[in-house]
């Protein structure tokens, strides 16, 4: 059977829907996995039973994650904050983790491992960080506007046989403090972090790009996608 990705859905801001990232989906899709909406709810006890019937956990982006859940105030510009996600994504990831369920975090996501593994992140880059290239392009989606330089160690460099790569970028946070257990994999060319993997569990591996834009147009990414359903089709065996 095809491994089954757990992916958080939020509420919209009327609170009457939920939404979620069609190109996720494909993403999963397309990699030989079934993607499983979850809706964001104060029940982590119910998201938390959903994920015990899942194989992985895909991590997307969203809006900027609530700085006290890294021990900080309000102190730089947010955008916008949905405490309900942040909540149940976070405990969703720290299950995973002890659980050795394969993660997949990208842009907010990476952010979100990063938290709950016991990291931290800037709450707004261009405040707190002098000579930042510019992370939020103003560019199709699917289009590469900076470099990323990759570790030769890492896990991400032995999916994407790459060691200088050129991605998109939607961000204004970023991963600053490294969790324990958690190592960097790629950086921009102004040393912000792009890239962490957890040091010995199976998959738990963030990139700050979106490479669910870019894999029609660069099938390089879809590997991260593929090498993600592997796992987890393996925590399903």
């Given at each position: 059977?095809?491994?089954?990705?757990?992916?958080?859905?939020?509420?919209?801001?009327?609170?009457?829907?939920?939404?979620?990232?069609?190109?996720?989906?494909?993403?999963?899709?397309?990699?030989?996995?079934?993607?499983?909406?979850?809706?964001c709810s104060d029940d982590e006890d119910m998201a938390s039973q959903l994920l015990a019937r899942v194989d992985g956990?895909l991590l997307p982006g969203g809006p900027d994650v609530d700085p006290v859940h890294f021990g900080e105030e309000p102190t730089h510009?947010?955008?916008?904050?949905?405490?309900?996600?942040?909540?149940?994504?976070?405990?969703?990831?720290?299950?995973?983790?002890?659980?050795?369920?394969?993660?997949?975090?990208?842009?907010?996501?990476?952010?979100?491992?990063?938290?709950?593994?016991?990291?931290?992140?800037?709450?707004?880059?261009?405040?707190?960080?002098?000579?930042?290239?510019?992370?939020?392009?103003?560019?199709?989606?699917?289009?590469?506007?900076?470099?990323?330089?990759?570790?030769?160690?890492?896990?991400?460099?032995?999916?994407?046989?790459?060691?200088?790569?050129?991605?998109?970028?939607?961000?204004?946070?970023?991963?600053?403090?490294?969790?324990?257990?958690?190592?960097?994999?790629?950086?921009?060319?102004?040393?912000?972090?792009?890239?962490?993997?957890?040091?010995?569990?199976?998959?738990?591996?963030?990139?700050?790009?979106?490479?669910?834009?870019?894999?029609?147009?660069?099938?390089?990414?879809?590997?991260?996608?593929?090498?993600?359903?592997?796992?987890?089709?393996?925590?399903?065996?």
């Amino acid at each position: 059977m095809r491994p089954v990705i757990a992916i958080v859905v939020s509420l919209d801001r009327k609170g009457e829907s939920y939404v979620g990232g069609r190109a996720y989906v494909d993403a999963i899709e397309a990699a030989g996995g079934v993607p499983l909406l979850l809706p964001c709810s104060d029940d982590e006890d119910m998201a938390s039973q959903l994920l015990a019937r899942v194989d992985g956990l895909l991590l997307p982006g969203g809006p900027d994650v609530d700085p006290v859940h890294f021990g900080e105030e309000p102190t730089h510009n947010y955008t916008r904050i949905d405490p309900q996600r942040d909540s149940v994504e976070i405990a969703l990831t720290k299950l995973s983790l002890r659980e050795d369920i394969p993660i997949l975090g990208i842009c907010r996501g990476i952010q979100v491992l990063n938290i709950a593994a016991g990291g931290d992140i800037y709450q707004d880059l261009a405040s707190q960080r002098e000579g930042t290239l510019i992370h939020d392009q103003k560019a199709p989606r699917w289009y590469p506007t900076h470099a990323v330089e990759v570790s030769h160690d890492s896990k991400l460099f032995a999916i994407l046989g790459q060691s200088s790569l050129r991605v998109n970028s939607y961000h204004h946070q970023a991963v600053r403090d490294v969790a324990p257990s958690f190592k960097v994999s790629a950086v921009a060319g102004d040393g912000v972090i792009e890239g962490i993997e957890h040091s010995s569990l199976r998959f738990a591996l963030g990139v700050q790009w979106h490479p669910e834009g870019m894999w029609r147009k660069f099938p390089l990414f879809k590997r991260l996608f593929t090498s993600f359903i592997d796992a987890a089709e393996s925590s399903a065996n």
